[in-house]
């Protein structure tokens, strides 16, 4: 496996004092597919049948992932409820690649919000801060930048968003089968304490160690 590179993550103290709280680790992995085995289907099974969503969907973590949201009118579900709600219309979890899995499984137990990015693609250290509206933003997807309104909340590199609030994540990081090394973050908020919000970090390592083969290292 690849050298992970030395990489340094903040938050803007206004954000920490409105609540925002994040937790980091970098991974290191030989391949990113999307087959599960038995194993990590029975676990994700596992943790599905134990979810109460009904009353998970009425959780005060989703509803001060809102306020933020609201506060720039920008629309959308917390990722971890709109997970909730495809696993309570399908019953399973969907199949976007192993890592993916590995930490959108517990975003679907732990209500957090978590992203990954891909460190080849990643300029400099990462840094959690209230945007001013000058900053390169572009979609997944897609290859045009667009305009991102002063006020939001987001997940940068020195160059550009690598993710706005905890809803849209940028095309040039998005963790496939080229990734060998990337970041995971995990995203609590007022509604959470420090403690949950590192223990969902460990799970997720936890998780991408074992299905992934991978190696991390929590910063």
């Known amino acids: 496996m690849e050298q992970i590179q030395d990489i340094k993550?903040?938050?803007?103290?206004?954000?920490?004092?409105?609540?925002?709280?994040?937790?980091?680790?970098?991974?290191?992995?030989?391949?990113?597919?999307?087959?599960?085995?038995?194993?990590?289907?029975?676990?994700?099974?596992?943790?599905?049948?134990k979810l109460n969503i009904a009353e998970m969907l009425k959780s005060?973590?989703?509803?001060?992932?809102?306020?933020?949201?609201?506060?720039?009118?920008?629309?959308?579900?917390?990722?971890?409820?709109?997970?909730?709600?495809?696993?309570?219309?399908?019953?399973?979890?969907?199949?976007?690649?192993?890592?993916?899995?590995?930490?959108?499984?517990?975003?679907?137990?732990?209500?957090?919000?978590?992203?990954?990015?891909?460190?080849?693609?990643?300029?400099?250290?990462?840094?959690f801060r209230y945007t001013d509206g000058t900053e390169k933003y572009t979609p997944l997807g897609k290859n045009e930048t667009e305009k991102v309104a002063k006020g939001e909340y987001a997940c940068l590199d020195d160059e550009k968003i690598l993710c706005r609030m905890d809803l849209k994540q940028c095309d040039e990081t998005k963790v496939g089968g080229d990734t060998k090394n990337f970041i995971v973050y995990v995203q609590g908020n007022s509604a959470t304490s420090d403690e949950y919000v590192l223990e969902g970090l460990q799970k997720v390592c936890n998780n991408i160690e074992i299905f992934c083969n991978a190696t991390y290292r929590i910063i």
């Open 60 to 127: 005060p973590i989703f509803e001060e992932y809102k306020k933020f949201y609201k506060v720039v009118e920008m629309e959308g579900l917390p990722p971890a409820e709109h997970l909730l709600k495809l696993i309570e219309k399908s019953g399973m979890l969907p199949n976007i690649n192993k890592v993916v899995d590995c930490y959108n499984i517990i975003s679907a137990e732990t209500m957090l919000s978590i992203g990954a990015h891909d460190l080849a693609n990643i300029n400099g250290n990462i840094q």
């Open 9 to 49: 993550f903040s938050v803007e103290p206004k954000l920490a004092d409105d609540g925002i709280k994040v937790r980091v680790a970098t991974f290191s992995v030989s391949e990113v597919t999307k087959r599960r085995s038995k194993e990590f289907q029975k676990m994700i099974d596992v943790v599905i049948e």
